[in-house]
């Protein structure tokens, strides 16, 4: 009787999860394995693929230029914009969490930006970077300063998106404002007792308490950072000036799309994510010297 | 008394000083926002004005019309809210589903399914991009709506079931057994218990589907062609090459009419909206 129940709730729960496994198969395992294989041929999806092992790799690595060039920029914005969003968004939750008046208000105008679909604000900042009536260099230019060719120099274009990128920190620090309000405030009290200032406590309460959620944050945006870009830079500056903001993501869409290299753009994919996965693990490994997990004692 | 005299004032100005600091930084967030809104109202030939106009002589409204009107904007926003309807709606079945069989049901190989289920979230889309766009090429899906809003009810994503199963944890057990002496099978515990009591977070869900849709590109530019089935996105993406960017104005203004479905979603749930972000970041 009671394993019939058994089957007949096994049967059940197969029922309930398979529309979730038939999508697991046909737009996860599938085309990871497929991914895989066509990673190791040509393929233009007019004629049929062929094998050519690890040609593609190999191009990518030895012979493209431009693949080196995107990743350069993508590691450049990642190396930009992670410490930079990292900071502001913790010292802004930081500030939130004093008690202030109105925190309601400061709480929704600080998230507004991160409310933004990505294609607006790629329109909105190309009009705010404009090189002569765009208001950061009118701005600059008002305070004396000379106006920066944003989205047209070279130099200029990855700290141009780096700066979009900080406009909307508000996503981060709402979870960062979460972990603060976790911390008990027994430890701060006590921390009082003993004297300590606000910057003591910061460093030796809220901190470490915090390093859980920084670690969080930090490996969402590693893994943010390598995939972003596409959208700003396809509207804001097509990759240029001189491929300047050629973002990975987009040197791959161009690959898979514009040109159908299927396989050139699989291999890229594929590097991608060891790319990723090395620095995830490595960030994980290093994290262990610098992350306090509570009731575990100190990691060190 | 002494001591808390001190402690006090050095609050005070603490207190004073956050204040500032944070209506600075409020400022400099509105700016762009202010920005937009005076560009969208101004004549085309005020854009060019320096020092620009803050606040526009005339107010243009007629510059949403026609920026409205240029392009069939109409059939976009239809085109886009048939994708959303049909993501949110696929998503929220499909996924309180699988969520519930996960959070429940017991059957072999559930644990395993799960871990395998949470390990698909650090894989990049990318890796899986253009085999899924190989498929529905040769289903004959592109260039319909297809292949945006079926992966939306076969699970909806990885995020979704995962979310609604952390929810449905925290459901009393005794709820489902008293249903199940009263007679109710598990499919009735779903559709009448589970899914009542999770208004709220079914709702979050629905919020952030609605977001991922409304501002999908990529999906889109790659998945349709014909652009009487374009979405708002690609409609923008248009505009925006085929006016070079001259017409500042409309540009913002068809923007701005784009952003408000988000704004007014987020001022209407942002309860919901901010204890989803805060639920889905500190899971730990």
């Excluded at chain 1, 003591?200 to 969080?216: A, G």
């Excluded at chain 2, 519930?100 to 289920?117: H, K, V």
């Amino acid at each position: 009787m009671a394993s019939r129940m058994a089957k007949k709730e096994a049967l059940m729960g197969f029922l309930t999860i398979s529309p979730w496994l038939a999508g697991f198969l046909l737009f996860t395992i599938g085309p990871i394995i497929a991914s895989m294989f066509i990673s190791f041929t040509n393929w233009d999806l007019v004629t049929h693929p062929r094998w050519v092992g690890l040609d593609n790799y190999v191009h990518l690595i030895r012979d493209d230029p431009l693949f080196w060039q995107s990743l350069k920029v993508t590691l450049y914005f990642a190396i930009l914009s992670l410490p930079l969003g990292l900071i502001a968004s913790l010292a802004v939750a930081i500030l939130m969490n004093q008690n202030v008046k109105g925190i309601f208000w400061f709480r929704t105008i600080y998230y507004l930006p991160a409310v933004m679909p990505a294609v607006a604000a790629a329109i909105l900042w190309r009009w705010i970077f404009n090189n002569d009536f765009g208001i950061l260099n009118v701005l600059l230019r008002f305070l004396g300063l000379q106006g920066l060719h944003w989205l047209t120099d070279p130099r200029w274009v990855v700290p141009a998106f780096v700066i979009m990128g900080l406009w909307s920190v508000g996503g981060g620090m709402l979870i960062y404002l979460a972990g603060l309000q976790g911390i008990p405030t027994q430890l701060y009290e006590a921390a009082d007792l003993d004297g300590a200032g606000s910057w003591k406590k910061f460093l030796n309460v809220t901190l470490p308490m915090m390093s859980p959620v920084i670690l969080y944050n930090l490996i969402m945006g590693i893994i943010g950072s390598f995939q972003a870009g596409f959208t700003t830079s396809y509207i804001m500056t097509s990759g240029g000036p001189n491929n300047a903001s050629m973002f990975y993501v987009l040197y791959l869409y161009i690959n898979a799309f514009e040109r159908f290299k299927m396989g050139y753009a699989s291999a890229q994919a594929w590097l991608l994510f060891l790319i990723v996965l090395l620095i995830t693990f490595l960030v994980f490994k290093k994290s262990q010297a610098w992350v306090y997990y509570e009731g575990s004692g100190r990691a060190r | 008394m002494e001591f808390f005299r001190r402690k006090s004032v050095q609050t005070f100005t603490g207190k004073l000083l956050t204040l500032v600091v944070l209506t600075g930084g409020a400022i400099v967030i509105l700016i762009p926002f202010a920005w937009m809104l005076s560009t969208s109202l101004k004549p085309a030939e005020d854009v060019w004005l320096l020092p620009p106009q803050w606040i526009p002589k005339e107010l243009h409204w007629e510059n949403f019309v026609n920026a409205l009107t240029i392009m069939p904007f109409l059939r976009y926003t239809i085109n886009t809210l048939i994708i959303t309807t049909a993501c949110i709606i696929g998503t929220l079945l499909s996924a309180s589903l699988v969520a519930y069989g996960f959070a429940r049901l017991r059957f072999p190989g559930r644990d395993i399914l799960f871990f395998l289920l949470l390990a698909t979230m650090m894989i990049p889309g990318q890796v899986t991009l253009i085999p899924t766009f190989i498929l529905f090429k040769y289903l004959g899906w592109v260039d319909s709506f297809l292949p945006l809003t079926v992966p939306a009810f076969l699970g909806g994503g990885a995020f979704a079931v995962f979310m609604l199963r952390q929810f449905f944890m925290s459901i009393p057990m005794e709820l489902d057994e008293a249903a199940t002496i009263d007679g109710c099978s598990p499919l009735g515990i779903y559709w009448r218990i589970f899914l009542p009591l999770s208004k709220p977070a079914l709702g979050t869900l629905a919020i952030f589907v609605f977001m991922g849709c409304w501002n999908d590109f990529l999906g889109p530019l790659i998945y349709i062609n014909s652009m009487d089935k374009w979405t708002i996105t690609l409609g923008l993406n248009a505009f925006m090459s085929q006016t070079g960017g001259i017409e500042w104005n409309l540009m913002m203004a068809a923007s701005l009419v784009f952003l408000i479905p988000c704004l007014v979603i987020f001022f209407l749930a942002q309860r919901a909206f901010i204890q989803g972000i805060v639920v889905s970041g500190v899971k730990g």
